[in-house]
């Protein structure tokens, strides 16, 4: 490896402590979407003594901010993210289940070590920059609200990502990997209707029933499923049944449909399906359908030329792991998710997973980090910060959250991205072909934000909070 890079990554090193101090702030704070105050009031404070100028608030986010440093071209930007699950609260390096309050809230999906290792990438860029004298502008953004408010989504609509160049992240893991595929695009949607109650007994021809609108408007659904993409996904929750006495026609009943596709624009379509299976099931019942869009996400698309530099990155970089002092610990949460005979003698996976170049396995789940994959080149890995087999959104990986071996791990993912930052800060041509890949992939459909301009995050945390 280049000596510039081995500088960098030695540098972050030394510095861990103090990235390993910003993180446990920000698991201990523990804040979920559009409530990320303290956090961001961490991260502005780090963020100045680095000699970064930061803007707090943006695009209609009060908790997004963004910090830049230097000028001039690479514009290189590294996305953080800091919100925690709600009902998630969980005491730290125990191996049971023990909320530290109950009700609380916790970082189950490792946010506290993403945005900080998002950071280490921008700092180590940064410092890269400032002693070889080289020009480019670091930007690092503060996005809020990942876990179910698409902070990412409506900063892209407003179009916070457009000066990049490229953008770097990742997110923790219970392995080290480059994602094999893109993640799904995903769709909220309320689905509410209304009818006339009546007594269903005396006279229910004079009700119309909401409850019969939405069990066909279901029914219509689970036929449609035959024939949607393999890979797309449908998933409902009835909201409101209109109440619990059989005697009366229901006047009112909702649900909330979640629906993902690997593609944006086949997303749209599925949309379009499924509303008119709700406007049929209206038309049958003479009652009235409300068709509530409330938020959306992109697919990821993969620039393979970047990918490629960060999977080579992660190979060479020593994975800095003698995870020894924390080892019984991590056996300890192995077995509360494993039964004896699954439990090998590695409890964690450190060895890069081979990557998967054709980038055709779609992952079962979303980001909003597909849409800022939309409008720049992007590239992401994951590291191993729990135990092999943690699930992310589990109590297991609340407790790991302040542990040596997620430091550690988030300490790795930042040298990674630090060195691939590097990289094409050093070769410009690797940005000209991630753009021409970007544009190949996604073919004729230009970014088209599945959030529409109405949607504002306010009015979206009064939907969802
Ligand atoms: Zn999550
Ligand atoms: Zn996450």
């Known amino acids: 490896m280049e000596m510039n890079k081995l500088t960098v990554i030695q540098y972050l090193e030394e510095r861990a402590a103090d990235f390993y101090t910003l993180s446990d702030k920000i698991w201990e704070n523990a804040e979920i ?4 105050k303290q956090s961001v009031q961490d991260y502005a404070a780090f963020l100045k003594d680095e000699g970064f100028t930061i803007t707090v608030g943006i695009a209609g986010l009060k908790t997004g901010f963004r910090a830049e440093w230097g000028s001039g071209k690479p514009v290189i930007g590294f996305l953080g993210e800091y919100d925690a699950l709600p ?108 009818g006339k109650a009546s007594h269903a007994a005396a006279a229910p021809e004079a009700g119309r029933s909401a409850l019969d609108a939405l069990e066909l408007m279901n029914i219509g659904v689970q036929f449609l499923r035959e024939h949607i993409p393999s890979s797309a996904r449908i998933h409902y929750a009835i909201t409101d049944t209109g109440g619990i006495s059989p005697n009366i026609v229901q006047a009112h009943a909702s649900a ?20 008119n299976i709700a406007k049929g099931a209206a038309m049958m019942t003479d009652t009235q359908v409300e068709i509530k869009f409330l938020k959306g996400t992109s697919n990821t698309v993969l620039i393979p030329v970047l990918d490629e530099i960060m999977y080579k990155n992660m190979c060479e970089i020593p994975n800095p792991v003698e995870r020894a002092d924390d080892i019984a610990f ?38 909003d980090v597909g849409d800022v994959s939309w409008v ?23 407790s790991c959250g302040k542990s040596d071996f997620a430091h550690k791990g988030m300490l790795y993912a930042g040298q990674i991205i630090a060195a691939t930052a590097i990289d094409v800060c050093n070769n410009p041509e690797i940005i000209e072909t991630a753009w021409k890949q970007l544009r190949e992939k996604t073919g004729n459909h230009p970014y088209h934000c599945p959030i529409p301009p109405e949607i504002t995050p306010e009015l979206l945390e009064s939907e969802i909070t």
């Open 330 to 367: 991590a056996r300890e949460i192995v077995r509360t998710q494993k039964s004896a005979d699954q439990i090998s003698e590695n409890v964690f996976d450190l060895k890069p997973r081979p990557w998967n170049k054709k980038g055709n396995i779609p992952i079962p789940g979303s980001s």
């Open 87 to 194: 009902g998630m609260s969980q005491k730290a390096g125990v191996c049971v289940k023990e909320p530290l309050a109950s009700d609380g809230n916790g970082h189950g999906c490792g946010h506290n070590l993403l945005g900080v290792g998002a950071l280490m990438g921008a700092v180590g860029l940064k410092h890269y920059l400032e002693t070889e004298g080289k020009t480019g502008t670091v930007v690092f953004f503060g996005c809020p609200a990942e876990e179910g408010g698409s902070g990412k989504t409506f900063m892209a609509r407003e179009g916070c990502f457009d000066q990049l160049d490229v953008a770097f992240s990742w997110h923790p893991n219970d392995c080290n990997m480059m994602p094999p595929g893109p993640v799904l695009a995903n769709d909220s949607i309320r689905y509410s209707f209304t």
């Open 256 to 275: 909330l449909y979640q629906i993902r596709a690997p593609f944006a624009p086949e997303l749209s379509e599925l949309y379009e399906r499924i509303n």
């Open 376 to 398: 720049c080149p992007v590239s992401q890995c994951g590291t191993s910060t729990w135990p092999v087999g943690t699930a992310a959104h589990s109590w297991q990986a609340v």
């Open 33 to 36: 979407r559009f409530k990320e």
